[in-house]
Every structure is written in structure tokens, then in C-alpha cells.
């Protein structure tokens, strides 16, 4: 049976007979589970039909006050069935406003009708958030190997801020460089360099065009 949503803002004080540490509190009779209410609940803005296997980005509306602070943390509700079943919906760190932005998922092979002002999850205050470095990905910025080796022959007459800098060039983009196996680096990095047209004088411009006019016919020619 699915559990009532009862917010602390709907109940009396009387009401509210439980110590907060049990999680529950005791409503004319009926309990509610308090894990969730200290927090405000972030709903669909319209009526959304999410396309199967796809994702999206929805609007959602804060049902109540805003957190507290600039920054709130967005967690979907404990199951995502609760929403839809086969809709997955994202945690995210988020700005503190009545409208925001939530992903959602639909794994099913059918769309799925989201209606307007459905519970997607709960929003919480944040106070600080701090980055931490994992091991698995503190290890990533290590240069081993063929890098290594290339960093070394690089920088023997470097000076040291110099060799600071190429080791971070070098970690940055370590994707392009030969992996010492054979096979060549690629990266999903692209810079775009400035370039621009290059004029050909008119005394000349047969000397290009007739060869690349030929080449579009099929026509080649051998250079000797």
C-alpha cells in the first residue's frame, strides 16, 4: 500500500507526540514517516510524455520555501516506481530557486505520461560542498610509462616552472599520445585553429584550378 505524503507544515503541534530521533510522528492516529519531511518536496511542472529509451530535462517547481543558502541537494525519491515504473531520476546539486531543472530517464521500450505536480523527489540545504579526489582517479593524473619517458627527454633543458608546466600539458591531455603498444592516441579535444582564405593572383589561378576541375571529372595525372 502506498504510504501518505505528510508534510511538517500540514501538521499540528499537538500532533507532533514522537521524539524527531524515531522518524515518526503520530497524526490523528496514523503515523508518518518523518525521514523525508524535513525537507521540501520538488514536483513536475506540467503534464510531460517522456519518449521511450530516452532521457530528458524537466522543469520542476519547489512545493513550499526555498532551502536555505545558495546551493541545494536534489535527491530523487527511495524508489524510482514511486514516480513511474522504469523512470530513473538523477541527483544533482542545485541553485536555490522555485523552478529548477530535473534529468529524468525512461528505460521502458514505451513513452511514459508524467502528470503535472507528481512528487519527483526532495530537496535539502546545503552548507559547503567540498571535492574530494578519489583514489581510482587521483591515480589517473599520474604519469606513467611512455609518458613518463616523454616528459624525462622533454625536459632536460627546461627550467623547473617550465617542466611544471609541460607535466601538466602532458597529464591534461594524455589521451593524444602514443600509448607505447602500438597503437596512436586520440582524444575527443578539438581546437579550432585560426586560419584564413588564401588568394590566388589571377595570372595564376588556371595553375590551381584546371587540376582540381580534372580531379572532380576523374581525370588524374602523374607528376614527374
Avoid: W
Avoid at 499537538?14 to 525537507?39: S, V
Avoid at 522555485?98 to 514505451?110: A, D, E, S, Y
Avoid at 579550432?192 to 580534372?214: A, G, M, Q, W
Amino acid at each position: 500500500m502506498a504510504s501518505r505524503q505528510v508534510f511538517l507544515k500540514d501538521l499540528k503541534v499537538a500532533d507532533l507526540k514522537r521524539e524527531l530521533e524515531e522518524r515518526e510522528c503520530e497524526t490523528t492516529g496514523k503515523k508518518a514517516d518523518l525521514q523525508n519531511r524535513l525537507r521540501e518536496a520538488l514536483e513536475n511542472e506540467e503534464d510531460t510524455a517522456v519518449p521511450e529509451r530516452s532521457e530528458m530535462i524537466l522543469d520542476a517547481h519547489l512545493d513550499g520555501n526555498p532551502c536555505v543558502g545558495n546551493i541545494m541537494m536534489f535527491e530523487p525519491r527511495s524508489h524510482d516506481g514511486e514516480v513511474a515504473r522504469g523512470i530513473a531520476v538523477g541527483k544533482a546539486l542545485l541553485l536555490t530557486e522555485k523552478t529548477v531543472p530535473v534529468r529524468i530517464m525512461n528505460l521502458n521500450h514505451h513513452p511514459v505520461n508524467l502528470r503535472k505536480g507528481i512528487v519527483l523527489g526532495y530537496c535539502s540545504s546545503v552548507s559547503s560542498v567540498i571535492r574530494k579526489l578519489d583514489a581510482q582517479e587521483n591515480s589517473v593524473r599520474k604519469i606513467t610509462g611512455e609518458l613518463a619517458n616523454l616528459l624525462s627527454s622533454s625536459s632536460r633543458s627546461l627550467r623547473s616552472d617550465q617542466t611544471t608546466k609541460l607535466r601538466s600539458l602532458i597529464t591534461k591531455y594524455a589521451d593524444i599520445f602514443d600509448d607505447g603498444q602500438g597503437g596512436k592516441g586520440r582524444t575527443n579535444t578539438m581546437r579550432k585553429l585560426p586560419s584564413s582564405y588564401f588568394r590566388i593572383k589571377t595570372t595564376n589561378r588556371e595553375h590551381c584550378v584546371t587540376p582540381y576541375d580534372n580531379q572532380k571529372r576523374g581525370e588524374h595525372y602523374t607528376a614527374y
